[in-house]
């Protein structure tokens, strides 16, 4: 079977100079060609083991990206103003994909806040009563996190329905460059919707599958069966355990809510760390690129 041929290996028009952008052997195009792989073979798991493993990914993503845009040649290509509209598609879907980082971490924040709330009830064994009343704090706390994640979705589904429809020809290694841009956003996006799918635990999830990320720059996502989903979801562990005590009614045994809590901390810890780091690349890039537009 032939392989389809990546806009990172489109190859220069007659007209065109052969040394004008990095090739696809250059070691950056190369290594931008490779993380970019990474991220599209690892969208079919949802743990959050795997979800970190893609925001590290996305840092080393992005900073082969940035890289990339210090070659003047690269910023020449940008900076021309038969681009500028294609440029400014990139820099508005890069405003969404920060707005959505800034909900996930808020989110990612609260559920820490709320779940060390609870840590902190239980080792003072403020009795049933008060463990009951926090409880309800944290579900009507998640509640407020789905709703805001549910509204991140919908944002991430337009920005990957503008990239799809996007349509550029070929044969130009300016229109290349972006392309390869656009194909970073794609993944950025598809990592973004699993780290958003995870907070909100499988339930949210599945009512928000009909916004699932397939775009032409992307492979279609694999899905695994839910209930492995819940066992790997630290996360929804705890709203499960912490559901179903509230349903019974008895609050008197909760020696498993302990180990859930730390396990959930531990968690976010980790997301909110690679989520941070990532955070930060993803706004140089952004500032690179105004940048070059400015300059």
Not at 172 to 191: H, N, P, R, S
Not at 235 to 250: C, F, H, M, P, W
Request: proline fraction near 2%; charge should be neutral; charged fraction near 25%.
């Amino acid at each position: 079977m032939q392989m389809a041929t990546s806009p990172l290996n489109v190859q220069p028009s007659s007209h065109a100079r052969s040394n004008s952008l990095p090739s696809s052997q250059h070691p950056i195009t190369s290594q931008i060609d490779e993380n970019l792989n990474r991220l599209r073979a690892s969208q079919s798991a949802s743990t959050s083991s795997s979800i970190g493993h893609q925001l590290n990914c996305l840092q080393d993503l992005y900073d082969s990206v940035d890289m990339l845009l210090q070659f003047p040649l690269s910023q020449q290509a940008l900076a021309q103003e038969q681009q500028r509209k294609l440029v400014e598609q990139l820099l508005d879907g890069s405003l969404v994909l920060l707005d959505v980082c800034g909900t996930a971490k808020d989110a990612l924040l609260q559920t820490k806040e709320c779940t060390q709330e609870l840590q902190s009830i239980l080792r003072r064994k403020r009795g049933a009563e008060g463990f009951s009343n926090e409880v309800r704090k944290y579900i009507t706390s998640r509640k407020a996190v789905r709703k805001a994640i549910c509204k991140a979705l919908k944002n991430l589904k337009h920005t990957e329905n503008k990239l799809s429809s996007s349509s550029f020809r070929n044969d130009d290694e300016t229109i290349a460059l972006i392309i390869t841009l656009k194909q970073v956003e794609a993944v950025t996006i598809g990592v973004l919707e699993s780290l958003l799918s995870f907070i909100t635990g499988p339930e949210a999830e599945s009512k928000s599958s009909r916004w699932s990320l397939v775009s032409k720059f992307m492979h279609q996502k694999k899905v695994i069966c839910e209930e492995e989903e819940q066992r790997a979801n630290e996360i929804e562990n705890v709203d499960a355990t912490l559901r179903s005590l509230i349903k019974s009614g008895n609050m008197n045994h909760v020696e498993n809510v302990q180990n859930e809590l730390q396990n959930s901390e531990m968690c976010v810890q980790d997301l909110d760390e690679g989520l941070e780091n990532f955070f930060r690349r993803l706004i140089k890039a952004r500032v690179t690129v105004l940048n070059i537009l400015n300059c």
